[in-house]
């Protein structure tokens, strides 16, 4: 769950306290102004194994990680608020829980009839 304080300008949800908690902001925020490409998105996913400079990307977090120990604990942090949020889902989503459940449906469409209808068309 997430909710918005401070007339609507502070988003509290548990992604941004992970975010604020191990530091994580600092390297978007550095990563953002160091960024010379408007379409790169190391900024917004730091921690992602993209193509694009991946190993600039954990360097520069390596190095960071030094003067920002906090960091250390991202990775840890983000697994346990995953279980957290599975477990949460579990017992509060709302729906069908199937493991075989699909959004696919199926119609037997008869040998007589032609599968779609002919488009009348209009004088006009």
């Not at 978007?28 to 992602?48: M, R």
Request: proline share 6%; charged share 20%; glycine share 6%.
């Amino acid at each position: 769950p997430s909710c918005w304080l401070c007339n609507q300008r502070c988003l509290c949800s548990a992604e941004s306290l992970l975010d604020y908690g191990t530091c994580l902001c600092c390297v978007k925020g550095l990563f953002y102004h160091c960024s010379t490409d408007d379409e790169d998105n190391c900024a917004d996913e730091p921690c992602s194994c993209g193509p694009s400079s991946c190993f600039v990307r954990w360097a520069a977090m390596s190095l960071i990680s030094l003067f920002l120990p906090c960091l250390c604990c991202y990775l840890p942090t983000r697994g346990c608020l995953r279980l957290c949020q599975q477990g949460y889902d579990s017992l509060r989503r709302p729906g069908c829980r199937c493991k075989r459940h699909t959004n696919t449906v199926c119609r037997k469409i008869s040998s007589g009839s032609a599968p779609f209808p002919k488009a009348q068309e209009k004088s006009v």
